[in-house]
């Protein structure tokens, strides 16, 4: 795929949300539209996500996450969305400039009219920092174990604990089971389920797999791979209630504390952020606090249903598409003014051609080296001398002004650029 | 006939490393051998990072003179190995009037160990240098020689650049017993059988009594380990831009606030005595006490900062200081002992050891001339060791040229540290090949970043796996018993 040097939307991210504002942005009239993703293949974390519970709201239907991610996919590409792929955005600049990198692609940098920002969200670390004891192997987050047993086909250990009753541990929780590994126990530091209910039900009742409420891990022994933890009973506070201490063996710890927007990037571009949320402050046309710079899907806050990913995803897309187009109006209208011949620079740098149906426009500028002698100062189109006039001489030291009128305005319409220039008589 | 060297470093922490690098220098064959899966895991690898001026050793010990001596040495020595090392300059931070004639003392004590440009400040300067410092604070020493350092870098950097001037490393071999002839040691028994040696090196760290002991040297020394616990703090929420030590106690230099050179702020150690060598296990406790130091300097840290915390064991020798008059119980040993021949003996090389690490290397190079052993310079000697690429550090321009020469640099794996591919391949066939995952994490930095490595972990695995051409299920996090995978799912067995 040839890449081009300025796109009209840009999208970065390809799960649900990327893949809705890639497909809402064709249909509201954006040409050019790509998607950059870093991962190998379209669809984000859809792609690990091998259970059912997706579609319900949008296509009344149960699906599985990689052919809920696939429908889009299926109807992004019929709408020639392009797609740069194992590609990873490292910088965007308020003025939309993006440069990504890529082993395949290598180094990218290009300019969009309008960008939605679709990176998702990740998991949350904090407490696996601070949770005492040794730093072996098996201390994994939920997701990361989710990517090796459903991505790579590999089992990351044979006795679990799971520390945290977010979504994605319970779903694991059942997978491993599924697997013929042992979950020994999910531990939930706060006094009630963090996940959903129906993932309580139907991923750990249905398995026994015992739910400890107002339970953390107070240590985790082993010095090379994970041999046991100590679980503890907290109080109010979160403090360990001494005395309540049990050692479980096991050879992996899985976390599943939560998620957080994922801004790396979105700070990078200057867009302002929500401390609460993590992600950008929108408006209800999603666009973030920098003119252009859109956000969908859970890189603005964590949704709970796939399907409102979507339709964020959807509306970003659209409201993408608006202002690239009217970008590429104010493009049009506008042309360079460039310096020729003996001439530095002129200001305006550029003009509105519909400024000139209605009134003069004064060009001005300095010349490179004086001249003393009667010379000509000449503005061109590509093909036509649109006006001139001459002066005296021409000195470094004195602006030199030029007025296009009105009366010029046939000639300059068919113009993509001006340039400004001196020429000896 | 077992292979034989004139010399075996035993052990491979930045001491021993260090001493491989300088002794490579001369027509010597060299062995060093260390017994973990990479080297530098040991106190090398925890610690502060500080290369420390000199003001706080007692002014007569091994630890002052190594430390002053070694300070010098450390422009020169970043700029060939390619060591991360900047000079900062480093605080002693009095809070309340209390403790500000204690600044007093320790200027007189630098002054006395030969620390150059060290002087007082005032409240409102120090107040001015660092913003976030504890407003009650009443003045501050200022030594401008400290600096700080990446720490992974300095022991392999020094074994990497051994290696490129013929050294030999062997790891995953661990020193068992001295072969001797008499009272002279002849060779060395390792778990990966018998090498002969006209000299071995001992810089085994927190084995180096039993190391010594071994060879009927110094039976009443004795190491103890000291624990220290440390936070790191995530650069995204809170950034310290200076090395702040609190007023030391009698047994520590106390919980410091201090800068990493990766812009993350650093909070610890504290210290406690311990029995286990190898119990490197944060304490819930202790975690509570670094917050109490932290917020003695700044109080505006909090744990909800941490982005990792680990622990480091100092190697806390008995040895008293063998300099007439000076009455301290805790010196390096830097020696060759007269009860056998043939033993360069270290020990109790606790902190400054990262900073006087150069300077012991020196050290053992002037007693083995000493001893009568006609060291001769090789011609060929090749002190720079070369550096690699880091993606991260590179302006836009610089980064697209790389990847138009190796692609492998286009694709990012950490995406918090901004590793490449390219990177973590170069590290696994470097001159001493990275072999696990905390091997490539010391080398890059890959992983320390706040996602803890949950997004690029699989990567790496991957990746190492098709360079090793072995399985997934081989890769390790730190040597045999820490592999990550246990085996296939069922889908892919089926
Ligand atoms: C491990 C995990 C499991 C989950 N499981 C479930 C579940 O079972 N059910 C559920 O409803 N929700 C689940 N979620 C929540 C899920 O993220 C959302 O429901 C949904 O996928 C969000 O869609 P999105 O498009 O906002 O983000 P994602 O699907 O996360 O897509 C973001 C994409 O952006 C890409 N990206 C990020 N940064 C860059 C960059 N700099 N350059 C290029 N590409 C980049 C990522 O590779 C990714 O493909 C899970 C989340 C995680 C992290
Ligand atoms: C908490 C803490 C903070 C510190 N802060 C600083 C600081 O800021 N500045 C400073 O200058 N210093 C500091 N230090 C001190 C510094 O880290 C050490 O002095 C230095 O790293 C010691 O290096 P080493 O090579 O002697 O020991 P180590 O790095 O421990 O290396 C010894 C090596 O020997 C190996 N070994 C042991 N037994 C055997 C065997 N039988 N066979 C083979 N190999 C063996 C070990 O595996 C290990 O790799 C600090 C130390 C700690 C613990």
Known sequence: MALKDKYDVVIIGSGPGGLAAAISAKKYGAEDVLIIERDVELGGILLQCIHNGFGVEIFKEDLPGPSYAQRFINEAMLLKVEALLDTMVLDITPQRRIFASSKINGFVDIQARAIVLAMGCRERTRAQVRLPGTRPAGVYTAGTAQRWVNVEGYMPGKRFVILGSGDIGMIMARRLTFEG?????????????????????????????????????????????????????????????????????????????????????????????????????????????????????????????????????????????????????????????????????????????????????????????????PVWVEVHSENNLITRKSERYVRPGEMVTIVLTPRHYEEVERATSLTVSIVER | MPETYDVIVIGGGAVGCMVARFLSRYRLSILLIEKEADIGMGASSANSAIIHAGYDPLPGTLKAKMNVAANLMWDTLAGELNIPFERRGDYVVAIGPKELPKLELLLEQGRRNGVPGMHIISAEEMRHREP??????????????????????????????????????????AFEDFIMDGKRIVGIKTNRGDFGCRWAVNAAGLYADVVMHKAGVRPEFKITPRRGEYCILDRAEITVNNVLFPVPSDISKGILVTATLHGNTIVGPNAQDIEDKEDRAVTYDGLGELWDGAHKLVPSLSPRHVIAVFAGLRASGNAPCETPGVDYNHDFIIEIPREVQGLVNLGGIESPGLTSAPAIALRVIELLKEAGEKLEEKPDWQPIRPPRPRFRDLPHEEQKRLIALDPRYGRIVCRCEMVTEGEIVAEIHAPIPARTYDAIKRRTWLGTGRCLGSFDMPRVVDILAQELGVSPLAITKKGPGSEFLVRPTKQVEG
Not at chain 1, 188 to 199: D, F, Q, S
Not at chain 1, 242 to 258: M, R
Not at chain 2, 136 to 162: H, K, M, Q, R, Y
């Open chain 2, 132 to 173: 976030n410092i504890n407003p009650d604070v009443s003045g501050a020493l200022w030594a401008p020689t400290g600096g700080i350092c990446d720490p992974f870098a300095i022991s392999i950097a020094a074994a990497e650049n051994a290696v490129q001037n013929g050294v030999r490393i062997l790891l995953e071999t």
């Open chain 1, 181 to 373: 590994a042992k979950v020994e126990r999910v531990l939930e530091v706060m006094p009630y389920l963090t996940g959903l209910t129906r993932n309580y039900v139907q991923c750990l009742l249905d398995y026994d797999i015992p739910l400890q409420l107002q339970h953390t891990v107070k240590r985790i022994l082993g010095h090379q791979r994970v041999e046991a933890i100590e679980a503890v009973r907290v109080n109010e506070k979160w403090e360990p209630i001494p005395g309540t201490e049990e050692i479980i063996p096991c050879d992996t710890l899985l976390l599943s504390v939560g998620l957080i927007p994922e801004n790396e990037l979105s700070k990078k571009a200057g867009v302002q952020l929500d401390a609460l949320t993590g992600g950008p402050v929108v408006d209800n046309n999603f666009e973030t606090s920098v003119p252009g710079i859109f956000a969908a899907g859970n890189v603005v806050h964590v949704y709970d249903l796939v399907d409102w990913v979507t339709e964020a995803g959807l509306a970003a897309g659209k409201s993408a598409a608006r202002f690239a187009l009217a970008e590429r109006r104010r493009e049009i209208r506008h042309i360079p003014l460039l310096a020729g011949h003996n001439v530095r620079y002129v200001v305006p740098h550029e003009l509105d051609k519909q400024t000139l149906m209605e009134e003069e426009v004064r060009l001005q500028f300095r010349v490179k080296q004086p001249v003393e002698e």
